[in-house]
């Protein structure tokens, strides 16, 4: 693992948190940094809701059967895509401009010394409703994935996954 790209192999999913605020230019930055993620055709069609109150983190926990550690968290974000906004309105275009926004987020986070986990969300029709539900999202609005993030109560080595057997030289 190349020392320069250390941030990178540093960031590991986090799912316990210690009840510590969070400061408003911590979120603040890791927001522009989201918003700093390749996009097609430069549309951003990411919108982020941001979600300090516990009242609320739960709520969303309870729709995500893999992000009960979300009602534990101080800091949540929802990344929705608006499908209105999107290159050529396609929903794929959406989604891998939301997953890089959310990929940036998550590296960004880890870099600012908190752990962040990615919560699943599109495209599994339950959770999607219930977060359409919960933010009362217009029909445009396409959730895609949850962050649950705090100043992490556990920690995992750096790490990379990979397998030289993945990587396709000149042919397959
Ligand atoms: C699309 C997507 C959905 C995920 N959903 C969940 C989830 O619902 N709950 C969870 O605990 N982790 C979830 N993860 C995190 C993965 O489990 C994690 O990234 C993977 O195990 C690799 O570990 P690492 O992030 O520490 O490198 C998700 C990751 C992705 C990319």
């Given at each position: 693992m190349n020392?320069?790209l250390a941030?990178l192999f540093a960031r590991r999913s986090?799912?316990?948190?210690?009840?510590?605020?969070?400061?408003?230019?911590?979120?603040?930055?890791?927001?522009?940094?989201?918003?700093?993620?390749?996009?097609?055709?430069?549309?951003?069609?990411?919108?982020?809701?941001?979600?300090?109150?516990?009242?609320?983190?739960?709520?969303?926990?309870?729709?995500?059967?893999?992000?009960?550690?979300?009602?534990?968290?101080?800091?949540?974000?929802?990344?929705?895509?608006?499908?209105?906004?999107?290159?050529?309105?396609?929903?794929?275009?959406?989604?891998?401009?939301?997953?890089?926004?959310?990929e940036?987020?998550l590296l960004?986070?880890?870099?600012?010394?908190?752990?962040?986990v990615w919560?699943?969300?599109?495209?599994?029709?339950?959770?999607?409703?219930?977060?359409?539900?919960?933010?009362?999202?217009?029909?445009?609005?396409?959730?895609?994935?949850?962050?649950?993030?705090?100043?992490?109560?556990?920690?995992h080595p750096p790490r990379t996954r990979f397998t030289a057997a993945r990587a396709?030289?000149?042919?397959?």
């Amino acid at each position: 693992m190349n020392s320069l790209l250390a941030p990178l192999f540093a960031r590991r999913s986090v799912r316990k948190y210690l009840d510590k605020p969070i400061p408003a230019k911590v979120v603040q930055d890791a927001l522009e940094a989201a918003m700093a993620a390749p996009s097609a055709n430069a549309k951003d069609p990411w919108e982020i809701l941001v979600v300090q109150q516990p009242e609320t983190l739960a709520r969303i926990a309870a729709g995500l059967p893999y992000g009960k550690m979300l009602a534990r968290a101080p800091l949540g974000f929802v990344i929705c895509g608006d499908l209105q906004r999107v290159n050529g309105q396609h929903l794929s275009y959406l989604l891998q401009d939301c997953s890089a926004c959310i990929e940036n987020l998550l590296l960004a986070l880890s870099m600012l010394g908190l752990g962040a986990v990615w919560l699943g969300v599109h495209p599994r029709e339950d959770r999607m409703a219930h977060l359409r539900e919960l933010f009362h999202l217009p029909e445009h609005i396409v959730p895609v994935g949850v962050v649950a993030a705090g100043y992490p109560d556990e920690t995992h080595p750096p790490r990379t996954r990979f397998t030289a057997a993945r990587a396709h030289r000149e042919r397959w």
